[in-house]
């Protein structure tokens, strides 16, 4: 156990009433370009204040019990342009994507001559150690030790980055990690969990002012 991150004294609610509310921060150029954005710490583009602010306007009427942001300026930076009064929370960092930091899918395939993804090779050291599909689940898992309380109260907000989010849908819904190399997450897109008849569902996915023409490359 991780002793600056204890586990709860209660075990998880069973089926809480609130929602939860998913916010993946606005566009950055890195983002835009489709270069994987872990630890590295790059503002939104003036396009991904606008999804930002957009962002807002779909989360207005909720009742929030707890909003978390992640540290990464990304993301608080989305909190508080979508109107949220967000409390920072370390687990919510993106994929620490090692070696592949800054690099596209497309540049990693040429240079291993197979069609490699995050979701089934992994990563690579490179200046940050990186982290391995599990290990980003294991930190999800913390953190909806922390919003499932937060549940029983009223809807939880978390503004964070695409990955991790898809990994932190995958260990909600109760499925493998990986699960989460399935559902994508567009550049200020809000999506809401909840749970139906006793289950964890998804209740609404990837919304924001238009429809995605293509998958969101990282």
Not at 29 to 37: M, Q, V
Not at 87 to 93: G, I, K, S, T, Y
Not at 145 to 167: C, T
């Amino acid at each position: 156990m991780d002793e600056d991150d204890p586990l709860p004294d209660r075990p998880a609610p069973d089926n809480p009433g609130g929602k939860l509310v998913l916010l993946r921060h606005g566009e950055t150029e890195w983002s835009k370009a489709g270069k994987h954005t872990g630890l590295t710490d790059i503002p939104l583009t003036a396009r991904g204040e606008e999804l930002a602010r957009a962002a807002g306007v779909l989360v207005r009427d909720y009742d929030f019990s707890l909003i978390l942001s992640s540290p990464l300026q990304r993301a608080r930076r989305t909190a508080e342009l979508a109107g949220l009064d967000a409390v920072v929370d370390p687990l919510l960092v993106e994929w620490d994507y090692g070696g592949y930091e800054g690099r596209t899918t497309k540049d990693i395939r040429e240079e291993l001559g197979y069609n490699w993804t995050t979701f089934t090779h992994g990563v690579i050291r490179g200046a940050t150690p990186g982290e391995t599909v599990e290990q980003v689940a294991a930190r999800a898992s913390r953190v909806l030790n922390r919003v499932l309380m937060a549940m029983v109260d009223g809807d939880v907000a978390l503004v964070a980055h695409g990955h991790f989010l898809r990994i932190l849908t995958a260990v909600f819904l109760r499925q493998a990690p990986r699960f989460g190399a399935m559902i994508t997450l567009d550049a200020g897109s809000v999506s809401v969990l909840g749970f139906y008849r006793e289950q964890p569902a998804i209740l609404a996915w990837n919304h924001g002012p238009e429809l995605p023409q293509e998958p969101s490359e990282s």
